[in-house]
């Protein structure tokens, strides 16, 4: 590809979560200092660190080829960019974040209605606008510069429209949730034009492949094990797998080495089971990508 591609590198709360996934998937991006124009291992991209709030605006006008950014700021921005793959990872956890609605725990706030001609704050200003407008609900929508949480506490707003993962921080400051706006992850985007150029969009789509792939790889961890041929059938029938496990005899022997993957939180459970079983020399170790 004579041209590099473009890319965009979230800046901000999910740029070192970025960084790490594209390690693992191959790419090394060293960030130096103040720099916007992070160094990576292949001549053929060119990163740029942008605000996520500002990555579909710079992918839609060609300034940036591709970049990843969160399903809410192309809603926000209201942007026409290719959306190529969900990426459904975070600083905090492996599921989507939530923008959801909130006021103080004490208030007579129950329902949407209750919010006629009411103030709320928020970052997501214009579709937390749109979201109301298409409900004939009149609310003011003033943009939040930070600490949002705190606007219904100190009475500067009704109520704030506020992204969470866990509600922890919601809750601690005494508010409640009374609705969900939406569900929000990242997502590898290009820009329509990019997309149309074969070399371009074929250097994207391996992005989005590996990338998947190392998300992949991190929900799910491998097993290798011993069996004797008296038990293999009851071991294996404890076995999940993305199609079947791998069993092959070992030499001169009547036992099998058994070798699969499985989802990394019922582990704990199922190498008691598999000794149960007659398994032995149980071997777990980490995937860096399935693909």
Known sequence: MNEKLKLGIPKGSLQEATVALFRRSGWKINVNGRSYFPDINDPTLQCALCRAQEMSINVENGTLDAGLTGKDWIAENNSDVHVVTDLV????SARPA???????????IKRLEDLEGKKISTELVKFTQRFFADRNINVRVEFSWGA???????????????ITETESTIKAHGLR??????????????NHEAFKDPLKRKKIE??????????????LVGLKMNVPEACIKEVVALLPSLNAPTVA??????????????ASEVVRDLIPQLLEKGAEGIVEYPLNKVV
Do not use: C
């Not at 939530?98 to 007579?108: G, I």
């Not at 005899?249 to 499985?262: C, G, K, N, R």
């Open 98 to 108: 939530r923008w959801v609605l909130a006021v103080a725990y004490d208030s007579p």
């Open 206 to 219: 391996q992005i989005a492949l590996l990338l998947k792939g190392a998300l992949l790889g991190e929900k």
């Open 148 to 162: 949002t949480e705190a606007k219904v506490v100190s009475g500067l707003a009704d109520a704030i429209v506020e």
């Open 177 to 190: 949730v009374i609705h969900e706006l939406m569900q929000t992850n990242t997502q590898l985007i290009a």
């Open 249 to 262: 005899h070992l030499y001169q022997s009547d036992w099998f080495s058994v070798e699969t993957m499985v």
């Open 89 to 92: 990872y975070s600083k905090v």
